[in-house]
């Protein structure tokens, strides 16, 4: 499966953006979605996941409260809705996809990653 993410942008603080992730090649309805990010200087860490049709959801305790991951399964698509954001947001934000539910929140756990895209929230 091929993974596209787009959405990210300058925003200041307090401001929103939704990222979305479209996957290609097959179906993700069976898979495991997870969004992680990754700030210059830092690993890799996760921010939040689902399951098919949204039957559990995984959250950062940074993100809690204030991030939403979602699916539409029909447009073969993953959301994070990022609201109330912070200067600590900024990173490189990616979605990822696996078959297996070991692991959900380690990256290397996961089989199929898209490209980053950028968020950046001003102070």
């Known amino acids: 499966v091929q993974l596209q993410a787009s959405g990210g942008g300058l925003v200041q603080t307090g401001g929103s953006l939704r990222l979305s992730c479209a996957a290609s090649g097959r179906t993700i309805s069976h898979d495991i979605m997870g969004w992680f990010r990754q700030a210059p200087g830092k690993e890799r860490e996760f921010v939040a996941a689902n399951t098919w049709n949204d039957e559990e959801t995984y959250y950062a305790d940074s993100v809690k409260g204030r991030f939403t991951v979602s699916r539409d399964n029909a447009k073969n698509t993953l959301y994070l809705q990022m609201n109330n954001l912070k200067p600590e947001d900024t990173a490189n934000y990616y979605c990822?996809?696996?078959?297996?539910?070991?692991?959900?929140?380690?990256?290397?756990?996961?089989?199929?990653w898209g490209q980053g895209t950028l968020v950046t929230v001003s102070s």
């Open positions: 990822a996809a696996k078959r297996s539910r070991v692991g959900i929140m380690i990256y290397s756990a996961y089989d199929y």
